[in-house]
């Protein structure tokens, strides 16, 4: 069982930057890798990035890529998203989630992930 706590939302205007980060506890290790997904009314669930707890192997959404950077720190068991240079179209519910999956080309993919916090609400304004 593992508990996810998301947190670092709010209202930024376009270009600004904002830090998510989301805090894991319970059975960690169970974990390979933590990603980061988004969300908005009437729209699919997005990926955004992921990065493995071990190699610190990251992916990135082509979207985000250049603007975004994933990082972690085992020792406190917290994933963080820097975001920065953020646009309108970034707007969403962002989520964390955990997964098992050791493949780097499946972390796109929702169905992977065990374990979803809340999410955290980011609202950019142009």
């Known amino acids: 069982q593992v508990h996810l706590v998301e947190s670092g939302g709010g209202s930024v205007q376009a270009g600004g930057s904002l830090r998510l980060s989301c805090a894991a506890s319970?059975?960690?290790?169970?974990?390979?890798?933590m990603g980061w997904f988004r969300q908005t009314p009437g729209k699919e669930r997005e990926f955004v990035a992921a990065?493995?707890?071990?190699?610190?192997?990251?992916k990135y959404a082509d979207s985000v890529k250049g603007r975004f950077i994933i990082s972690r720190d085992n020792a406190k068991r917290t994933v963080y998203l820097q975001m920065n240079s953020l646009k309108p179209e970034d707007t969403a519910v962002y989520y964390c989630a955990a997964t098992q999956e050791l493949n780097g080309s499946s972390w796109h993919s929702g169905d992977k992930y065990d374990a979803w916090g809340q999410g955290t609400q980011v609202t950019v304004s142009s």
């Open positions: 990065i493995s707890w071990g190699s610190g192997r990251t």
């Open positions: 319970g059975r960690t290790f169970r974990a390979y890798a």
